[in-house]
């Protein structure tokens, strides 16, 4: 097993059978814990804690990895709570309290051509803070071979989240990518049993890419209200079913 410190807090490269115990990670200069290209790692009774306003903050990042179990965490940070990129699958993240932060998100994706694809993710019985984002999926407006697929969000609450559902497949901050299509492709991504309040009116906000349409989305049992007003759904580009309550109405 390889553990390098860096700018990150601790990071574990190349390992298989990683146990990551009770660690308390405070004021990281970027992320807190980094995980790339290993095998069965547990990541457990973690507590991350930074500035609400301190850049690439993420409290843990995973790349190039399968098998990974995030559970009883509590991540405070500037960025995402956790940043789930490219070559990731087999991973199970569960009752995680995330805030302030960005949120728990797959990508950004697509920043190459030549990309891993993400799949078999599942986020379940969290809880989400006055985040900027809930639970989303993101995705470089350029080309790219990229994939995220076999999707669950589950069982989660939103306490005044800015955007509890998101998909943004134009995400391009600071590159010259203005008038490209996302190549990311998403698939068979279910939002199940998610309540709570949303910091803006759009709780729902699917925004996929026009030359690689999302598909197979599932809204089950959804329930996100607006304090200042009516919630309301945005879809682009994006098909899939709706099933029980959904509120606000889907736009699927």
């Not at 500035?51 to 903050?57: A, E, L």
Request: charged content about 15%; hydrophobic content about 35%.
């Amino acid at each position: 097993m390889h553990v390098r410190k860096c700018v990150q807090s601790i990071s574990f490269s190349w390992s298989n059978n990683v146990v990551i115990n009770g660690l308390r990670s405070i004021n990281s200069q970027r992320m807190h814990i980094s995980v790339d290209h290993c095998n069965n790692v547990l990541i457990e009774e973690v507590k991350i804690r930074a500035p609400g306003g301190s850049p690439n903050t993420d409290g843990i990042n995973v790349q190039f990895s399968s098998g990974v179990n995030i559970s009883h965490a509590t991540i405070m940070t500037g960025d995402d709570c956790i940043s789930i990129d490219q070559g990731t699958r087999n991973m199970w993240v569960q009752h995680v309290a995330c805030g302030p932060g960005h949120g728990i998100s797959i990508g950004s994706l697509g920043s190459y051509l030549e990309e891993a694809g993400v799949e078999n993710i599942t986020v379940t019985s969290s809880v989400f803070t006055k985040t900027e984002n809930g639970v989303r999926i993101k995705s470089w407006a350029q080309p790219s071979n990229g994939y995220a697929r076999d999707i669950v969000f589950r069982n989660l609450i939103m306490e005044n989240a800015y955007n509890p559902i998101i998909i943004d497949q134009q995400y391009c901050p600071g590159r010259a990518c203005p008038h490209q299509n996302s190549g990311v492709k998403i698939s068979r991504v279910s939002y199940e049993d998610i309540k709570g309040t949303s910091a803006s009116p759009v709780a729902i906000n699917f925004h996929c890419s026009s030359s690689n349409p999302c598909w197979g989305i599932t809204l089950q049992d959804i329930r996100l209200t607006y304090l200042k007003g009516s919630a309301t759904s945005s879809c682009s580009n994006a098909a899939g079913t709706n099933t029980g309550l959904v509120i606000p109405k889907s736009c699927l």
